[in-house]
């Protein structure tokens, strides 16, 4: 079974910072990459798809990158309605896992 | 526009099945795969199962034999069957739809694993 290995757990961050998370997989998913937002009493906010799709509406200071089992979700001037949870999601090919998140904190 | 609500019972006793119910509107489950996603409170986020917009369907391994996903297309209606229920399967269930990305939620409900 693929594993999806978020890191760090967490993060605090300043506003106006640039801050990178990580997901490493632990078989080659290709581009087969998903990351959402995730904020508390909240269902999930798709950000990115194929690894590097903007999804519709989601801010351009968000950026997703990576190939293979090396993704990376990079914000870009932090705001501070981006404090949440982050997680990476394996798409297309089932099992459609999740990593275990990256909290983000605003300082 | 596309919305998904799940429905069913907030408490279940341990050893006992659980039923769920994701009504769709706004799209075709023929044309589109609805996923079952489970959030335990203050965890992350583990993906149950799909049922595809052909009608098959897949689950994690670490649910299959206690999971079953099934669809009534004609009333736009998605359901959960899942067996055994211990304390540990207390979470906020959601129902998802999509492939390359979820980008329809439901709102979730909570079950409560409890006697």
């Known amino acids: 079974n693929i594993v999806m290995t978020q890191s760090p757990k967490s993060m605090s961050i300043s506003v106006g910072d640039r801050v990178t998370m990580n997901c490493k997989a632990s078989?080659?998913?290709?581009?087969?990459i998903a990351w959402y937002q995730q904020k508390p009493g909240q269902s999930p906010k798709l950000l990115i798809y194929?690894?590097?799709n903007r999804y519709t509406g989601v801010p351009d200071r968000f950026t997703g990158g990576g190939y293979g089992t090396d993704f990376t979700l990079t914000i870009n001037s932090v705001q501070a309605e981006d404090a949440a949870f982050y997680y990476c999601q394996r798409i297309y090919n089932s099992p459609l896992t999740f990593g275990s998140g990256t909290k983000l904190e605003i300082k | 526009q596309v919305q998904l609500k799940e429905s069913g019972p907030g408490l279940v006793q341990p050893s006992q099945t659980l039923s769920l119910t994701c009504t769709v509107s706004g799209f075709s489950l023929t044309s589109n795969s609805v996923s079952w996603v489970r959030q335990p409170p203050g965890k992350g986020l583990e993906w149950m199962g799909a049922i595809w917009s052909g009608g098959s369907t897949d689950y994690n391994s670490a649910l299959k034999s206690r999971l079953s996903i099934s669809r009534d297309t004609s009333k736009s209606q998605v359901f959960l069957k899942m067996n055994s229920l211990q304390t540990e399967d207390t979470a906020i269930y959601f129902c998802?739809?999509?492939?390359?990305?979820?980008?329809?939620w439901g709102q979730g409900t909570l079950v409560t694993v409890s006697s």
């Open positions: 998802t739809r999509g492939l390359w990305g979820f980008a329809y």
């Open positions: 194929y690894a590097s």
């Open positions: 078989q080659n998913v290709g581009n087969n």
